[in-house]
């Protein structure tokens, strides 16, 4: 039978140093796998995003959707960057681009290019956000100074328009406008 025990400890030991203890006797000596608990928001992202693409589970959006939002309450910026995406269509939670704004700026603010590139966009629409084709072309900028690839591209597509290659930035936003509209 089995004859796992559970290793003595100290009461301020953190969890995670314990259950690790705890693998370590199965493995005879060798290094256990790393220990991922259910309450850290990667593992949380993780299984959302399983959740959603059907891997290992059934797909299920609404499951996808409370372990996405669980990883964002504690600000794991991944996970708000991909409950934005789920917002915007209303995967599992219910359509509300507002919402998926929020996210992508919430995500954007800490870095992440997807985010930064996404918030760009949705500043050239009108429709989520008032058009702001200065800040648009600031987000995309940074999403492509950080290597982000499609905001290389766009940027590209910006400056053929004449956004952000003006000095004078109302100049070029009323260029850029004019050239856009179809």
């Not at 790393?34 to 299920?60: C, H, S, V």
């Not at 959707?65 to 794991?76: E, G, N, P």
């Not at 954007?108 to 008032?130: C, H, Q, R, W, Y």
């Amino acid at each position: 039978g089995n004859h796992a025990f559970f290793p003595k400890h100290d009461r301020e030991e953190e969890t995670p140093a314990i259950l690790s203890a705890f693998m370590a006797q199965f493995y005879d000596g060798r290094e256990p796998p790393a220990l991922i608990l259910p309450n850290e928001a990667p593992a949380q992202q993780e299984l959302g995003l399983r959740y959603l693409t059907g891997k290992g589970f059934e797909a299920d959006t609404q499951k996808a959707a409370l372990w996405i939002r669980k990883a964002a309450s504690q600000d794991y910026v991944p996970a708000h960057y991909n409950l934005g995406i789920l917002y915007h269509n209303g995967w599992g939670v219910g359509w509300n681009p507002f919402e998926a704004y929020r996210s992508f700026l919430r995500a954007a603010a800490k870095d992440l290019p997807e985010a930064e590139f996404v918030i760009g966009l949705m500043l050239t629409e009108n429709l989520v956000v008032s058009r702001d084709w200065e800040k648009a072309y600031r987000y995309v900028r940074k999403a492509a100074d950080e290597g982000f690839e499609p905001a290389r591209k766009a940027l590209i597509e910006f400056q053929r328009r004449g956004i952000g290659t003006d000095p004078d930035t109302s100049k070029a936003k009323a260029d850029g406008e004019s050239r856009i509209k179809p």
